[in-house]
Every structure is written in structure tokens, then in C-alpha cells.
């Protein structure tokens, strides 16, 4: 009896230090596992999961266990729920992941609450970063990726624009923002339309497009299989015999669906990340990334996983180790590194990046499509947010 009892306070002693070695760091993520945007979810978790794997599984000297929860995509419900059991359940010191803007706005006042420090790997609103003070976003901002093209397409003899974008957030950012900064360079809009967040059928859109004859069509559509879908109407009603040029963000053309698009050369785009982006880093990570995931091609989306997960070790080098909200948004405002894109900083006025945008154009590049980049702007901020 005796011994039996010192075994079990014996057992419970090194059970309780083992795990609290192992799972010193708990990271909750938010993401769409399953549904149409699961891709999102696996390319960020891929992005993760590399940085760890390159860190023996370690952030600042803690040990990482990532907990992994599918909130489905636009579910912000679900998304909800998914962060409230991590936070009470499995008592998560940091929140992230968030692949679609409904699900960050939905968590916002959560990690509010909470003080858990919530790092936005996607969702990409200009005004996900309001949503709560303890938001970092290590991804992008709608504006930002938007102005450059727009800026591009003024100067590179496009006068007349039809625009279409997802009739949700970041579509609504893209549209105001291409239309701002279009017209104030001289251009003119010659028609706007909304599509719905799923599936859409674009052939009404792409026949009303066409008749009105534009230089270009600008897009914003969620990554994926809606842009192949779209480019394929652009090539088969003819806009692009026509002389109809599609510009876009980045988003269109991601690495991940680009193989899937048929023809998708001379695509011209603003954008934060290529595969091509020419680097020794990012070539070291592009290598690493098609060790690690044979047949994936990285995107956009697995760097900003990788780099979220990099910011949140640089945050506990910086703090020795503190987690709590205050302490952790207080070391990681003015935060640089260089990341497979390029260098990138978190801004300490609003906890969003900083980065340099790329003009690409899609190029067949030794037999395989890539956005290749020729024009750069430096340290590009949400222009949202820098006006005000
Ligand atoms: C978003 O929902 O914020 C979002 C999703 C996909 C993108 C960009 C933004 O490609």
C-alpha cells in the first residue's frame, strides 16, 4: 500500500514535468481544414510546421505543441467556438492561423478578452488588425497589395477599367482601393460588379465585362479554385482575344493553383511573395519546402505560416519567454526580419507588416509558370492605415 502510493505521487511528479516539457508552448490554430478553402489551412500549417521542424520544435527556448482546430472556412460561428475551447479548454498561450477575414473579425474581440496574443497568418481585410489590440498580422493587407497594380496599370497605358471582386471584406478593400488609386492617376471605371464569396458562376459577369469593352478587368477573388475558374471564362468568351488584359493581386495567380490555370502568361499582378522571388533565403526555403512537402509548391500563404511562426520566436528572444498579450504586442511592434520574401517589419503603430510590394507577370520560367518579379516597391504600408 505504501509503496503503491509513493509510485503514483512518483509517477504524477514525473508525468506532470515531462509534459510540461513538452508542451511548453501551446499555440492554438484556427484554420479551415476541410470544405473549398482547406488548401489554406494546409499551406499554412506547412509554413509552421517547417519553421519548427527547422527550429527542433522550439520558440524562443520553449517547446512548441501546436494545437489544430478546422473552423471550415466562411463559418465565423465555428471559428469562434474553435477559439474559445482553445483559450478555455486547452488553455493556449497563443492564438493563430485565420485563413478568411470573417473568421479573424469573429476571434478579434475574443483574444480582447482573453489577452492571448492572436497572429493573423491570411485573413487579410485592412481593418482585421482594429479587431483587437493583441492582433499581429504577418500576412498582408487588401490596400496594400491592391495600390500597386493600380498605380502600374495608370502608367502602362491602361485608361479604362472594369473592376469585379468577392462581394465580401477584402473584396470590398481591393475595389475602393483600385478605384482610389486609378482615377487619381487619371483612369477611369467603366463598370463594377460583386460576386458571391462561394462559388460563383462568372459567365454573366465576363459577357457583361466584355460588352463594355474595358482595357482591363481588375480581380479580386479569394485564392484558389475561383480564379482558375475565372481565367478559364476570360480565355473561353473570348476577352482575352479581345486584347482584354486581366490585372489582379497576387492572390489570383498563387503558386498553389497557377499549374491548374491553362494559360495564364502574361497575367500582370501586385503582390508580397513568388516562389521566384529572387533570394539566397527564399531559395533555401523554397528548397526546404519541396523536401519537406513533395509535389506542393509554396506560396504566399505558407510564408506567412512560416513567418508567424518566426515572429513569435523573435518575440520571446526579445521578452525572455512572456506570453501574456501586453508583454508580447509590446515586443513585437517594431520587429524586422528578413523573410523568404524579403526584409518585413511589424509596424508598431498599427501591429500590421511591412513589406516590399512586387509588379510580377506570369512567365513560363524552365517549364514551369511562375510570377516573375521586374518592379518593387519598398517597405509598402496599407495605405489605409498610413492616412490616417
Ligand atoms: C480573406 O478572407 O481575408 C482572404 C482570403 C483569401 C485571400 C485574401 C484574403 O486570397
Redesign the pocket.
Known sequence: MRFSKTFTAVALAFGVTSAAQAADLKIGMVLPMSGP?AP?GEQILNGARLYLEQNQQKLGDRTVELIVKDDTG?APAVSRRAAQELVNRDKVDILAG???????FSVGPLATQAKVPMIVM????SS?TEKSPYIVRT??A?PQITAPIASWAAKNDIKKVYTLV?D???GHDAEKQFVETFTEAGGEIVGQVRTP?GNPDFAPFLQRIKDSNPDAVFL?????EQGVAFLKGYQERGLAAEGIKLIS?G?LT?EDVLDAMGDAVGVMTSFHYAEAHDSELNKQYVQSYYKAYPGKRPN??SVAGYDGMQLIDAVLKKNGGDTSGDAFIEAAKGLSWESPRGQVAIDPETRDIVQDIYIREVKEVDGKLQNVEFDRLPEFKDPVKAKN
Open positions: 478553402f489554406y466562411v485565420f485563413g478568411l477575414t470573417p473568421s479573424a491570411n485573413a487579410a481585410t482585421v500576412s498582408m487588401l468577392a465580401y471584406g477584402p464569396v479580386f477573388v479569394p485564392a484558389g493581386t492572390d498563387d504566399f500563404m
